[in-house]
């Protein structure tokens, strides 16, 4: 899915960041890596709503890191879901 993930920041700025991800979760820590890598945006707040948009059709989603994090550490129900919480909580743990 190609999507759009922003946070507004502790100063009222919107940050966003267009990229291809296989879930929500992956999205979020996508986004949290770019965002990382942009010297001008501030770290992403552990309770930062993440707005996560997604075109074609479009829906939109608001995550907080924690519950992303949360989220990567569940159970996994089946090997897909677990190969995709691992790379998620890879991605968030790098952070």
Do not use: N
């Amino acid at each position: 899915m190609v999507c759009t993930v922003s946070f507004q920041d502790e100063h009222g700025a919107i940050h966003s960041v267009t990229l291809s991800a296989s879930s929500l979760y992956e999205a979020v820590g996508l986004a949290v890596q770019a965002f990382k890598r942009q010297p001008s945006v501030p770290p992403v707040s552990p309770l930062a709503a993440l707005t996560v948009a997604v075109r074609a059709p479009t829906v939109q989603h608001t995550v907080t890191l924690d519950k992303a994090r949360q989220w990567a550490t569940r159970t996994a129900t089946s090997p897909a879901d677990k190969l995709q919480r691992e790379r998620v909580r890879a991605l968030l743990a790098s952070r």
